[in-house]
């Protein structure tokens, strides 16, 4: 997980050397403004993808100077940050955090999440490694607050949001990267039925058939979220402690 962002502006409200400072903007260009930047840069990804977004190219389209850009961000990577946080960020019901529907809270929350990055492909991408914005650590802190709604303990508390992070980013990936057409699923349940004896069970449920992305993630999230509701069996987990589980 890559670190929270450390004031990445803060060094622009330190003097530095005059010959060191980027022209400001000539009086001709468009006036631009963070939002503005931020915004244009969401347009460019969705055009472009993470590889097509260059500072050159979002000072095209915004009118305006590179120079002029770096007023306002530090680099590309500056800009990436700001825009996935953007894309991220959560207007769920008023009630989210108050309501004593845990999992409808979390349900409405993880739903909306996966649907953001639906809209904008390229967030699922850059998430992993990216630093964790005011969006989404809101998203992770309203999770959290549902979970301990639902008597999930402190000590599993770590597990169980980056469990739903993992099933959330992984139905994510999966929808956008295993996009066939109709005849090209057609066509692979017809070489798998040829296969039936090797793999009956995948043929017998007409697995690459199956298209219902969205319900196929709500009924998987159904399917987690039983294992964290009250009633549940605890494991002992005093010997471990909390913690985020190690990567295999």
């Known amino acids: 997980m890559a670190a929270k962002r450390s004031g990445a502006r803060s060094k622009r409200s ?3 050397d005059a010959g060191l400072q980027p022209a400001p903007p000539p009086h001709s260009e468009t006036p631009l403004s963070l939002g503005r930047i931020v915004a244009t840069a969401v347009e460019l990804l969705d055009d472009r993808g993470v590889d097509g ?3 050159r190219r979002l ?3 915004l009118g305006s100077g590179v120079m002029s850009l770096y007023w306002h961000v530090d680099n590309k990577a500056d800009v990436c940050d700001l825009a996935l946080d953007s894309v991220l960020e959560y207007r769920g019901p008023p009630q989210v955090g108050e309501s004593r529907d845990w999992r409808g ?3 409405h929350m ?4 996966r649907a953001a990055m639906l809209r ?3 967030s699922a ?14 998203r992770l802190e309203l999770l959290g607050e549902s979970l301990s709604r639902a008597g999930v303990a402190d000590a599993e508390m770590n597990v169980a949001i980056w469990s739903l992070w993992n099933y959330v980013m992984g139905a994510t990936i999966t929808r956008t990267s295993f996009d066939l057409s109709d005849d090209d699923r057609a066509a692979g349940q017809q070489r798998l039925s040829r296969f039936s004896e090797r793999y009956p069970t995948i043929e017998r449920s007409r697995l690459l058939l199956d298209d219902d992305w969205g319900g196929a993630f709500t009924k998987g999230l159904d399917f987690l979220l039983d294992g964290l509701g009250p009633g549940r069996a605890r ?13 295999a």
């Open 14 to 16: 330190r003097p530095i």
């Open 53 to 55: 977004l260059t500072m």
């Open 59 to 61: 000072a095209d389209r």
């Open 105 to 107: 809270d979390v349900a």
């Open 110 to 113: 993880l739903e909306d999440w």
């Open 120 to 122: 904008h492909p390229w």
């Open 125 to 138: 991408s850059l998430l992993p490694g990216r630093a964790l914005g005011p969006n989404i650590l809101g």
């Open 235 to 247: 494991p002992d987990v005093s010997a471990a402690g909390p913690g985020r589980p190690r990567s």
